[in-house]
Nanobody
Framework: QVQLVESGGGLVQAGGSLRLSCTAS????????MGWFRQAPGKEREFVAV????????YYTDSVKGRFTISRDNAKNTVYLQMNNLNAEDTAIYYC??????????????????????WGAGTLVTVSS
């Protein structure tokens, strides 16, 4: 069983930055694809970014490209989401998730809303305009 705990959310002004962290329990973190998703008020949860086990393959949803950066530190069992130039549309609960399948990340699966085996409880990001 894998447990994911997010941190780093909060209130920030438009144009500001935040860095989210997600720390995982368990021995196999280094082989999992790790992703970030978000759910804004009144909307469905959506894919934000994913990073493969080898820290090479990354994918982003179009609305965050050039502003958000996903990274990981396998020695610390932690994945990060650096968010710059935030705007009001980024306000959401951000969830960390893990895909235990080898050979990933399976980007198309995440866009369709499946593929992740483990989820964190989420951390709230509020961007004031």
């Amino acid at each position: 069983q894998v447990q994911l705990v997010e941190s780093g959310g909060g209130l920030v002004q438009a144009g500001g930055s935040l860095r989210l962290s997600c720390t995982a329990s368990g021995r196999f973190f280094s082989i999992y694809s790790m992703g970030w998703f978000r759910q804004a008020p009144g909307k469905e949860r959506e894919f934000v970014a994913v990073i493969g086990w080898n820290d090479v393959n990354t994918y982003y949803t179009d609305s965050v490209k050039g502003r958000f950066t996903i990274s990981r530190d396998n020695a610390k069992n932690t994945v990060y989401l650096q968010m710059n130039n935030l705007n009001a549309e980024d306000t959401a609960i951000y969830y960390c998730a893990a895909d235990s399948r080898t050979g990933g990340p399976y980007y198309s699966d995440y866009l369709l809303g499946y593929g992740m085996d483990y989820w964190g409880a989420g951390t709230l990001v509020t961007v004031s305009s």
